[in-house]
Antibody, heavy 121, light 110 residues
Framework: QVQLQQSGPGLVQPSQTLSLTCDISGDSVSSNSATWNWIRQSPSRGLEWLGRTYYRSKWYYDYALSVKSRMTVNPDTSKNQFSLQLNSVTPEDTALYYC???????????WGQGTLVTVSS | QSVLTQPPSVSAAPGQKVTISCSGSSSNIGGNSVSWYQHLPGTAPRLLIY???NRPSGIPDRFSGSKSGTSATLGITGLQTGDEADYYCVAWDSSLSAGVFGGGTKLTVL
């Protein structure tokens, strides 16, 4: 059974960097069949896919246009985890953030517990 | 404004059937598969349907999915009060090279 455990601060100041980590058990971040995704949910925007990383002989990264210039997803094979960094946050980035495992063709079967991140001074 | 369009809300009585539509374009639904999720407040979204019409193990056959052209539909039969939730469709968009969600549909079981 795959389990995803999220960690990271719940409060971030405007213009700072939001950082979250997702620890994976029951699978590998280097899996050749999975992708590792970040998704957020806010009252104003509903569920929003943010980005992903996956390994297919080399590492690949995809990002939503809305965050592409500010977001990085990093895999860490030594810890079997992946992380989200979102720079220059504003109150609009206040949301419940989820990590999720993705499978082909494109769906999410296991999710983290969610982390509420508030952007406020 | 979401790339995939869903009705904001639907409602039906217990025991009845409801359908939720998800409309897109040739770059997402028209060329790629659709998945559906149930989202209850305070919980992680639950996968209901993947690859247009497949149910993961543990999802009852009251839930079904279909796709035609650039639209997809989630069907729920034998409605129960426990089905009250928000439902989302998702697809990969080949033009955006990104995943796209629908805006979500709130199901009320009257």
């Amino acid at each position: 059974q795959v389990q995803l455990q999220q960690s990271g601060p719940g409060l971030v100041q405007p213009s700072q960097t939001l950082s979250l980590t997702c620890d994976i058990s029951g699978d590998s971040v280097s899996s050749n069949s999975a992708t590792w995704n970040w998704i957020r949910q806010s009252p104003s925007r509903g569920l929003e896919w943010l980005g992903r990383t996956y390994y297919r002989s080399k590492w690949y990264y995809d990002y939503a246009l809305s965050v592409k210039s500010r977001m990085t997803v990093n895999p860490d094979t030594s810890k079997n985890q992946f992380s989200l960094q979102l720079n220059s946050v504003t109150p609009e980035d206040t949301a419940l953030y989820y990590c999720a495992r993705g499978l082909v063709p494109f769906y999410f079967d296991f999710w983290g517990q969610g982390t509420l991140v508030t952007v406020s001074s | 404004q979401s790339v995939l369009t869903q009705p904001p809300s639907v409602s039906a009585a217990p025991g009845q059937k409801v359908t939720i539509s998800c409309s897109g374009s040739s770059s997402n639904i028209g060329g790629n598969s659709v998945s559906w999720y149930q989202h209850l407040p305070g919980t992680a979204p639950r996968l209901l349907i993947y690859d247009n019409n497949n149910r993961p193990s543990g999802i009852p056959d009251r839930f079904s999915g279909s796709k035609s052209g650039t639209s997809a539909t989630l069907g729920i039969t034998g409605l129960q009060t426990g089905d009250e939730a928000d439902y989302y469709c998702v697809a990969w968009d080949s033009s955006l090279s990104a995943g796209v969600f629908g805006g979500g549909t709130k199901l009320t079981v009257l």
